[in-house]
């Protein structure tokens, strides 16, 4: 048997039609994948904002001066090395280069790190992206 749910959701006609153009435009097959995708997005920005362990991205655009900027940049990696799964690095052109680092552990500390980062001369964008919440360790 499944452990699928039914359920009735009221709306005002025009709302619906927004929705429903937005998740044709996105690709949905239907509206119950968007619901699903909706719920999912909202519990995981719900354990961020609870401070749960969580995996995410961030992704920052910096210039050359960030990384030479007396090596904080690389200090705020070391210190954080317990959070960094991975990370990558691509030029974007002749003065930016963009990072995207896969980071997992509790909210704050992704925050905190973020922070850091975004603060740093030469840093242009830095975003944190929370991609799902993570059990916590047994």
């Not at 937005?22 to 119950?32: L, M």
């Not at 909706?38 to 995410?56: K, N, Q, S, Y």
């Not at 799964?85 to 909210?107: H, K, Y």
Request: charged share 25%.
């Amino acid at each position: 048997m499944s452990d699928l749910v039914r359920f009735g959701v009221a709306m005002d006609r025009s709302l619906l039609g927004d929705f429903d153009r937005r998740i044709a435009g996105r690709g949905y097959e239907n509206r119950s994948e968007a619901l699903r995708d909706l719920i999912r997005a909202d519990l995981t920005r719900a354990a961020f904002e609870g401070g749960a362990r969580v995996a995410a991205t961030l992704t920052l655009v910096s210039t050359p001066s960030a990384r030479e900027n007396g090596g904080r940049l690389a200090e705020i990696e070391r210190e954080n090395a317990s959070l960094i799964v991975a990370s990558l690095v691509v030029p974007l052109d002749r003065e930016r280069t963009m990072q995207v680092t896969a980071l997992r552990g509790r909210a704050s500390d992704l925050a905190a790190m973020a922070g850091q980062i975004g603060g740093l001369k030469g840093v242009l964008s830095c975003e944190l992206s929370v991609a799902a919440p993570l059990p916590e360790p047994a």
